[in-house]
């Protein structure tokens, strides 16, 4: 069995900000050799989201209106988290986007649906954040 | 390590509905041969679901009842997503019940709770859509 | 290829509790002796979930309000599941917050970002319930 790990590093001007990361991992994957196995893509914050989708920018919208009704930014006072912080929105929305993916690797490729694409979802932007990337297989 | 992987197809005459795949994911896994390893069931389209609950015909209304409160379907024109489509809400409904599910193998079999079965989740069907199982281990 | 398993149980006195249980996970990939692989970790029940996040108290606050507004617990009747249960809320909470995590396992250790912590999410306690650990790799 192989393995392999890499971090992939964002830091976005937005507070938040969702970018297709599709081409990093599948190099990541490359860079690996691994042919046949699993990949799991996790953010390693818990103010971030790693997800799929697709990558179409009316549906990108829709998901902002959508997770600001249902876990608003505004007012911060809402929450008991943000008594030091203002992020206790950007915990909510990552826990409905997700943390991670695991996704198929077979003939050493992402094995992804025709509109499947991997992607890293900012909800508390403006700082260096990181993206774990680890592939076991053969 | 082995590694097995298969294709599962549905299409639902329905724009929305749930079924139960537990059947179909433990005979890909008794054809793979592995006896001690991870499982990964992934839609592979972009507005249908894997997800793990349990297969009670109430509880599943409610999520068809709950799902169109978090993301109704109508009105279409309400999501940027739906200019030449109708299907933003079905996104929506499937980032809410999960891409996906990773189950432990043991023995042979799907490592389940008592009461644990896998199912599709269909959000914009009529036409032929694919589920992925991955399966690596020994 | 190694693998290992084990069953963490759980009995809360509350209906709904946060658990950190990242020590008891450590443990048991200790006891693995596994270095490099991934390591899943779900709940066995459905109105339980396993997920990562912050361990802040302010913000298991704001989890149990924003989860009591999604999918709150009364009146019982307003879910068809609720004929001879009264736990339907709960199916619902933990759609929300997801039935398992991925961790990599890197040199032995879970490899989390800095604030990750895995919690057991209980939405329906007050009996005996169980989480599958399940470790792959070498």
Redesign the interface.
């Known amino acids: ?1 192989k ?1 392999h ?1 890499k971090e992939l590093w964002f830091e976005t001007r937005e507070r938040r900000k969702l970018i297709n990361i599709t081409p990093q991992v599948e190099q990541v994957l490359s860079e690996s050799g691994i042919k ?3 990949l ?1 893509c ?5 103010t971030a989201s790693v ?4 990558d ?4 990108h ?3 902002e209106t ?1 997770l600001e009704k ?2 608003p930014e505004k007012p911060y006072e809402q ?5 030091y912080e203002d992020n ?1 929105d950007a ?2 929305k990552r ?10 690797v ?1 003939g050493g490729r992402l ?6 694409q991997i992607f890293y979802g900012e909800f508390d932007g403006k700082r260096k954040k ?1 993206v ?1 990337v ?1 592939i ?3």
Chains 1, 2, 3 share one sequence.
Not at 79 to 83: A, E, F, I, L, T
Not at 111 to 116: C, N, Q, R, S, V
């Open positions: 069995m393995s790990r046949e196995g699993l799991l996790n953010a390693m914050h818990i997800f799929i989708n697709d179409e920018s009316g549906l919208q829709d998901f959508w249902l876990a929450y008991h988290h943000n008594g206790a915990h909510l826990t409905v986007m997700g943390r991670e993916v695991v996704v198929a077979t094995d992804l649906g025709p509109w499947e990181r774990l680890k076991i297989g053969e």
